[in-house]
Nanobody, 115 residues
């Protein structure tokens, strides 16, 4: 069982920046594929971006050029750096861990973009 916990959410003004963190337990973190999802009000959960075990990343078109995912295997942590935030980015952000056939989710952290 892998425990996943997000942190760093909050209220930010449009155009501002925020960095989310996600810690996943276990000794094989470097083998985990990590992803960030989000679910806005009244919307379905959607993929924001993913970082492979190699460190390669891919992003949803809506966040390309504004969001960046990185990982620190020594700290069992993945980060989501969000810049130039827009009101449409308001959502609960979830961290997702994939390891072999298993998928684990964190409880989510709220990000609200508003003036």
């Amino acid at each position: 069982q892998v425990k996943v916990v997000e942190s760093g959410g909050g209220l930010v003004q449009p155009g501002g920046s925020l960095t989310l963190s996600c810690v996943a337990s276990g000794r094989d973190f470097e083998k985990y594929i990590m992803a960030w999802y989000r679910q806005g009000p009244g919307q379905q959960r959607e993929l924001v971006g993913i970082i492979e075990t190699t460190g390669s990343t891919d992003y949803a078109d809506s966040v390309k050029g504004r969001f960046n995912i990185s990982r620190d295997n020594a700290k069992n942590t993945v980060y989501l750096q969000m810049d130039n935030l827009k009101s449409d980015d308001t959502a609960v952000y979830y961290c997702n861990t994939r390891y072999h056939v298993y998928t684990y989710w964190g409880p989510g952290t709220q990000v609200t973009v508003s003036s």
